[in-house]
C-alpha cells in the first residue's frame, strides 16, 4: 500500500512537468530494458551500481569507460556499469519513467537543472554530510557549488564543466579574405555574409544554428540573449519574464542571420553534430570544448572565438554533474565512493586530456600535464578564459517548463515567427502553467 501511495503521489508531480507523457509504456520498456541488461559476472558479492550518462560524441564515452574500468579495477567490492542512454532531450523521459517505476539507475550523469524535479520527485537525497566529510572537497572548484545547490542543501557533485564558444575554420576565413573573428554581433553579421558563397559548386554558409526546441539550442542561444542585457537568474518559476530586451534581441540576431542567407540550420535537434563544419559546409559553429577530441582525430584545421558582444560579454556555463539515486544505504555510500573519484585530481586530469572538458578539480588544472595539455591545444584558453563572463541556467524546480517554452520561441522564430510576438507567446504559457503574472 506503501508504494502505491508513493507512486500516486509522484504521478501527481509528475503531471505538472510532463502532462502529456506516456509513461506507462515507458515504464514497460525500461523494465524490460533493466530485466535485459548484462550484469557484471566477476566480483561476485560486490555492490553493483548503474550509471546511466549521455555522453557525446562517442570518443568521450570511451573515455570514460576507460576511467569507469579504473574504478573497478581499484574497488573490487564496488562495481559500476556505464550505460549510455541517449542525449540529454531522450533521456528525460526515460529518468522520469524511471523514477515513477520504482527502477532508477543507482547514478545519473546530467545537467544540473534537472535537480529540482528529482527532488520534488524524492528520487535523491541530500549529500552534504558526505561531502562536507570528504577531501575532495577542497580540491572542487568553489565557483561550481552553487551548481549543487536548492533550497539550503547539495544534491550532486560535479562531473565537469565547460562553456560555449564558437568554432570557427581558419582555412575557409582565409579563402574569405577575413582576417580576423568578429568581435560584436554586428561584426558577426558581416562576416558570416561574407563566408557566404559558392565554392567548387557547393553553396557555404557562414555559420549552423541549432533548429529544434530542446535544450541544445537553449544552451547554446542563452549567451547571446545575457550578452543583449538579459538574464534568467531566479529564485522560482512565477519570477521568470521571458519577454526581455536581450531575449528579442538575441532572437532577432539569429533571425537576421537566416534573412540574411548568412545561417544554414540544423536538423531538428541534432544542432550539436559537426558533420557540416568537418565537410566546410558552414565555417562556424556553437559549440564547446568537449568537442575537442573529435576534431583532433579529423585532422581539419579550427580554432575558437568568444561569443560576439552585444552589450557585454557573456556565454553559458555548461556541464554535467553526478547524482545518487535513493537506494539501500549501502548503494547509496557507494555511489559516493564513485562520486569522489569522479571528483579527484587523477579523474579530472584523465577526463580533460581525453575529451577537452575543462577540469573541475583545482590541482588537474595546475597539474603539470593539464598545462602542457593547454600549451599543446590553445583554443582550449579561450574558454578558460571567457569563464568569468560565464552565466548558468537557472536550478529551480520548474526549470524545464522555462526551458521547454523558450525553446518554442527560438524554434519559432528560426521558422519565420516574430521574434516579441515568439516571447510572448511562451511568457503566456508558462503563466498559465504556474499561475504567475510577471511584472
Request: aromatic content about 8%; glycine content about 8%; overall charge negative.
Amino acid at each position: 500500500m506503501a508504494n502505491i501511495v508513493r507512486l500516486s503521489r509522484i504521478s501527481k508531480r509528475l503531471e505538472l512537468h510532463w502532462r502529456n507523457l506516456a509513461i506507462a509504456p515507458l515504464i514497460l520498456c525500461l523494465i524490460g530494458l533493466l530485466g535485459c541488461q548484462p550484469t557484471p559476472s566477476s566480483n561476485a558479492g560486490a555492490i553493483h551500481l548503474t550509471l546511466w550518462h549521455g555522453i557525446n560524441p562517442p570518443p568521450n564515452r570511451d573515455v570514460f569507460q576507460e576511467l569507469v574500468d579504473r574504478f573497478n579495477q581499484s574497488h573490487p567490492t564496488i562495481q559500476v556499469e556505464s550505460l549510455y542512454v541517449g542525449q540529454g532531450d531522450q533521456q528525460m523521459p526515460k529518468i522520469l519513467a524511471a523514477v515513477v517505476g520504482n527502477a532508477p539507475p543507482n547514478m545519473l550523469w546530467f545537467a544540473p537543472m534537472i535537480t529540482g524535479q528529482l527532488v520534488e520527485l524524492e528520487a535523491i537525497r541530500p549529500i552534504d554530510d558526505w561531502f562536507d566529510a570528504s577531501p575532495a572537497k577542497e580540491q572542487l572548484d568553489p565557483a561550481l557549488i552553487s551548481s549543487m545547490e536548492l533550497e539550503g542543501h547539495l544534491w550532486s557533485i560535479p562531473f565537469s564543466t565547460n562553456n560555449v564558444g564558437i568554432f570557427y575554420r581558419p582555412s575557409l576565413f582565409e579563402a574569405a579574405g577575413i582576417t580576423e573573428p568578429p568581435q560584436t554581433w554586428e561584426d558577426l553579421r558581416q562576416v558570416a555574409h561574407t563566408l557566404t558563397r559558392s565554392v567548387n559548386g557547393s553553396q557555404q554558409h557562414g555559420i549552423l544554428l541549432p533548429l529544434g526546441k530542446g535544450e541544445w539550442t537553449v544552451f547554446t542561444w542563452l549567451p547571446f540573449m545575457w550578452s543583449g542585457g538579459g538574464d534568467l537568474a531566479v529564485d522560482s518559476v512565477d519570477q521568470v519574464n521571458l519577454v526581455n530586451e536581450g531575449a528579442i534581441a538575441a532572437l532577432q540576431l539569429w533571425q537576421d542571420l537566416l534573412n540574411d542567407g548568412s545561417a544554414m540550420l540544423s536538423p531538428p535537434e541534432r544542432g550539436y553534430e559537426i558533420d557540416d563544419f568537418l565537410t566546410g559546409r558552414v565555417a562556424m559553429q556553437l559549440t564547446g570544448p568537449w568537442t575537442l577530441g573529435q576534431l583532433q582525430a579529423t585532422g581539419v584545421d579550427y580554432d575558437v572565438m568568444p561569443i560576439p558582444v552585444g552589450s557585454e560579454p557573456a556565454t553559458s556555463i555548461g556541464g554535467e554533474n553526478l547524482f545518487i539515486f535513493n537506494a539501500t544505504p549501502e548503494a547509496e555510500r557507494a555511489a559516493f565512493t564513485f562520486a569522489e573519484y569522479v571528483m579527484s585530481e587523477a579523474f579530472q586530469t584523465q577526463w580533460a586530456l581525453g575529451t577537452g572538458y575543462l577540469p573541475v578539480n583545482v590541482r588537474s588544472r595546475q597539474s603539470v600535464a593539464y598545462k602542457d595539455f593547454v600549451a599543446q591545444e590553445p583554443t582550449l584558453n579561450t574558454f578558460i578564459e571567457q569563464a568569468k563572463y560565464g552565466h548558468s541556467r537557472p536550478i529551480v524546480p520548474g526549470y524545464s517548463r522555462i526551458s521547454e517554452n523558450l525553446g518554442r520561441a527560438i524554434e519559432a522564430t528560426l521558422l519565420g515567427s516574430n521574434p516579441t510576438e515568439a516571447l510572448q507567446a511562451a511568457q503566456q504559457r508558462l503563466n498559465l502553467v504556474f499561475g504567475s503574472d510577471p511584472a
